[in-house]
């Protein structure tokens, strides 16, 4: 019988299950998939719309925002469910954001194309391995990797130069594995933080379900905005931690 499923726990045959855990390994699953399915539209070349590569990033950030919250209220630790979520983050802000960035400049030129693909999947595979031994607290080390994932995918939908992609890729990955110091969100303390939070999250939905023809312009507000918090956050994470 079901009893609160995410409350206390549920049987199945005879075997216990924590609400909580199966929800956060479902989540770790739907962010998993999502970047699976677009690598595979890379690899065959199946040709679809740009915009629902952008929406799939961001909707596997939404699953990845929630799998932790549901983990942490869970009363058991399972190593499967970190190292599914830590597989999950590098196939969706990882690995497809780099076929992204060099689907966007391979017709420029293949080298630059595959220098900034593997700078930023170096980058980013460095920061989730760092975020798995250290955690995060009231702040973390380098930009997070759905942020950034979200900030390369949110080129694909602009018509902007290639110089602009190509170097916005560099500094987003510099910036991925620098010791920058950006406010953990886990803690909303202080009105830069609740209105961080809230641009943030609206942002995100706008991107998932705003119509095609303008997600364009919600793009490159978030780019936008991720240039301002690339330099304002550190200095607001320094200010806080006084």
């Not at 770790?28 to 590569?53: K, P």
């Not at 980058?123 to 979200?150: D, N």
Request: with cysteine.
């Amino acid at each position: 019988m079901l009893n609160k499923i995410g409350e206390k726990e549920f049987v199945i045959s005879g075997k216990r299950f924590d609400g909580w855990l199966f929800l956060a390994n479902f989540s770790s699953f739907m962010n998993f998939l999502l970047g699976v399915t677009m690598l595979v539209l890379f690899i065959f070349n199946i040709s679809i719309a740009h915009h629902w590569f952008t929406r799939a990033i961001v909707f596997g950030a939404s699953w990845d925002a929630i799998d932790g919250k549901f983990a942490r209220r869970s009363k058991f630790k399972s190593k499967f469910g970190s190292q599914i979520d830590t597989y999950s983050d590098l196939v969706t802000f990882g690995l497809a954001p780099t076929m992204i960035i060099i689907d966007m400049l391979h017709d420029v030129n293949w080298i630059i194309a595959v220098i900034c693909g593997l700078m930023y999947v170096y980058a980013s595979s460095f920061r989730l391995s760092r975020f798995m031994i250290g955690g995060t607290g009231k702040s973390f080390s380098g930009m997070p990797t759905p942020v950034s994932a979200i900030f390369i995918g949110s080129f694909y939908v602009l018509n902007v130069h290639w110089i602009i992609i190509a170097a916005s890729t560099i500094l987003i990955s510099f910036i991925m594995i620098s010791s920058f110091t950006y406010t953990a969100l886990k803690s909303i303390e202080t009105t830069f933080d609740r209105v961080h939070f809230i641009f943030g999250i609206v942002l995100m939905l706008l991107l998932t379900y705003i119509p095609t023809i303008l997600i364009g312009y919600i793009a490159a507000i978030f780019v936008l905005y991720i240039y301002y918090f690339i330099f304002i956050g550190p200095l607001h994470a320094t200010w806080r931690n006084l």
